[in-house]
């Protein structure tokens, strides 16, 4: 029943076999499976350290110990997990056994692989609730909820969603379900439900610690962490939908030169190219890229361009692609995705289809000196989520698809790499556990404009960055959003404030309404798709502009801050946006802040994310904290009140 075998402890029992091994620091990995061999894909947990396993077997059951965490197994199978001595999670196990007397005939076993047609598993793992437990992290949700507890999450990338399934809890451990296939996980108040609609073993991750930056400093050390930001993105973004010629990018940039205002990145969205899958530009509006980049460059300013996954039937790759089979592949039917052509995806789990495409990028777009790629589309989108109907190079999209957004970040951080390039940063739609180590910054999606779902985004933002995501942006002021609708303007600016404070200032959105007619009469090509309003510093009004630039300038003053934050992300995980329990975890009241945060470990942040407001109430812990808009210099330990005028976010520094 009970073996050691190596670095783990085995269990065998009715058809399963059990594997718990020391993996990191303080943590124990957990696989099962009824099949009579275990999976090897170690997924987000390749290349992990093994621990020191302390292995003990009695008549009873079993035990694992790897630093300050413990797995006790009895001999009937049910796992419970201690933090030194103390309990903080374990099974929920409801089976009748007939030699054991007293035991509950609901017959739920706290691991259940149910089989599915044509073969593999559908699995529940279940673990008790713990009263008064608060849960943080994975990934990025559209709900204004930070504290996890209650929710249900899809397992499953979507536009604007992004599943990074690691969890915080209040009681001291960090979990991570280390499997990509689609499900979902509910953290009810009756039990844990973690579930995986197709797979071939169990596989999770748990580690203990202190503190929350222990347990994700923990946790990092594993999935990976995100290279140096580099210095040159630390600035303004600016992006709209989208610039359409190579003139129209230029003189954007040229305004700014003359303003005087610093300009780090400027983006050209998507339809800049001849087809889908063509990944290049079209060179009746794009003549040359080459000039056009050299010019930016005199600006201080990098560009960087949109790739999505999708490929046209028309493209001059298609047929290609499809014979060398670097495509996914519909079980049913003949497309994935209909927006604008009818396109099926390439294989981003394939790593000759991820060679492929960054050829082809580099031949078109690395080579005239363009060296970021916004990663559109990562998810991948489909026209419809059908999970069920995809297969990729990994496997069925139900047993793997949420890999998908990992392995495009990878083709692109690794073409850019070989190619000898260190300041590597790229825009990507999605992310699941491991993203950030290929230089990826995550934005929320194609979302609305409005306060609720800026409150959406605060939310995900403090999320992502605890399931170990430090690069984060949004589309200020939303993305699809009518810049003529009451009360645009204090949205646009409330959102500009708060982002100032990000990890990422980036404008963008497809801003209306719009009646801008097409460049030409073709079906195809740069001229082909619509464009939507200015989106620049200047473009809604001088009283607005005025405050966007005052923002901008602080920005660019915190640079060498950011700078020191990002190099902590890099060196132990810890996110750009810190939950306010992140830096001060022994503040019971910092537990229940869901509405301000810190920006590293020295500014504490409060937007207004309620539109009308003039002022809020802020939270201050113990210590020293001065205004930075007004000096003023005040005790911690209590609740204030903050002036917020409408150009004005609260932020404190801490002294």
């Known amino acids: 029943m009970f073996t050691r075998e190596a670095n783990e402890l085995v269990f065998r029992r009715r058809g399963e076999t059990v594997r718990i091994s020391a993996v990191g620091q303080d943590a124990l990995r957990v696989r099962a499976t009824p099949a009579p061999e275990m999976d090897p894909r170690d997924w987000a947990l390749e290349g992990a350290v093994p621990g020191r396993a302390e292995i003990a077997v009695g008549e009873a059951g079993a035990s694992i110990a790897n630093g300050r965490i413990r797995c006790e197994i009895s001999r009937l199978g049910q796992l419970r997990f201690f933090k030194d001595d103390t309990p903080v999670l374990r099974e929920y196990y409801r089976m009748y056994e007939y030699d054991i007397a007293h035991t509950p005939s609901l017959r739920l076993p706290a691991r259940e692989f149910r089989p599915q047609r044509g073969g593999d598993w559908r699995l529940v793992a279940r673990f008790e609730a713990n009263e008064g437990e608060k849960l943080f992290g994975m990934g990025q949700y559209q709900q204004d909820c930070l504290d996890l507890k209650g929710c249900l999450l899809e397992l499953a990338q979507r536009n604007s969603q992004a599943s990074v399934p690691f969890a915080l809890s209040s009681l001291g451990y960090g979990f991570f379900w280390n499997n990509p296939a689609v499900g979902s996980v509910h953290f009810a108040k009756n039990v844990t439900e973690w579930v995986g609609e197709s797979v071939k073993k169990l596989d999770y991750w748990i580690t203990v610690g202190d503190t929350p930056k222990q347990i994700v400093q923990n946790y990092t050390a594993l999935v990976g962490r995100a ?4 210095e040159n993105a630390m600035g303004l973004w600016q992006c709209k939908l989208r610039y359409r010629t190579q003139e129209e990018v230029l003189s954007v940039a040229r305004e700014y030169h003359r303003r005087g205002i610093p300009l780090d ?130 496997g069925t999209a139900l047993q793997t698809a949420n890999i998908y957004p990992v392995c495009h970040a990878q083709a692109y ?45 605060f939310a995900a933002g403090l999320n992502v960055g605890i399931a170990g995501i430090p690069w984060w942006t949004t589309d200020i002021g939303g993305f699809f959003v009518d810049v003529t609708a009451p009360g645009h303007r204090e949205l646009l600016l409330r959102w500009f404030e708060w982002a100032t404070f990000c990890p990422v ?13 097409l460049l030409d009469e073709r079906d195809w090509g740069g001229g082909f798709c619509h464009t939507g309003l200015p989106n620049e510093l200047w473009s809604y009004g001088e009283e607005a502009e005025k405050v966007l630039e005052k923002y901008v300038r602080l920005r660019i003053s915190m640079k060498p801050y950011i700078r020191q934050v990002m190099r902590e992300a890099s060196e132990n995980g810890s996110p750009v946006l810190r939950t306010m329990f992140y830096e001060f975890p022994e503040d019971a009241a910092c537990w229940d802040c869901a509405d301000q945060y810190m920006f590293g470990s020295r500014y504490l942040v409060a937007p207004v994310l309620w539109a009308g407001m003039t002022e809020r109430r802020v939270y201050l812990p113990a210590g020293a904290w001065k205004n930075i808009h007004t000096g003023e210099v005040l005790a911690g330990g209590r609740t204030v009140t903050a002036a917020a005028p409408v150009d004005v976010i609260p932020v404190f520094e801490r002294l």
């Not at 699941?432 to 404009?449: E, F, N, P, R, T």
């Open 413 to 457: 951080y690794e073409g850019q790499k070989a190619a000898g390039q260190k300041d590597i940063c790229n825009l990507i739609r999605c992310a699941w556990a491991g993203s950030q180590k290929y230089g990826a910054v995550l934005w929320s999606g194609d979302i609305q404009g409005n306060f609720e779902t800026l409150r959406d985004q």
């Open 505 to 517: 200032l980036r404008l963008h959105g497809d801003k209306g309404p719009s009646n801008i007619p």
């Open 265 to 394: 990145v400027i983006v050209i969205d998507f339809f800049h190219w001849t087809r889908q899958g063509d990944w290049k530009f079209d060179p009746l509006y794009w003549p040359d890229p080459a000039a056009m980049v050299r010019e930016l460059k005199s600006y201080g300013t990098r560009c960087m361009v949109s790739i999505w996954p999708t490929v046209d039937k028309k493209s001059e790759n298609f047929a290609e692609m499809d014979e060398r089979g670097l495509l996914v592949r519909p079980e049913h039917g003949c497309q994935c995705f209909d927006f604008l052509g009818d396109s099926y995806i390439y294989d981003a789990t394939n790593p000759e289809a991820r060679q492929y495409i960054w050829e082809k990028s580099r031949k078109n777009y690395y080579a005239s000196g363009i060296d970021m790629f916004w990663l559109d589309e990562a998810e991948p989108e489909y026209t419809v989520y059908d999970f069920e109907n995809y297969r990729y190079y990994s």
């Open 227 to 230: 290279p140096e930001f580099p």
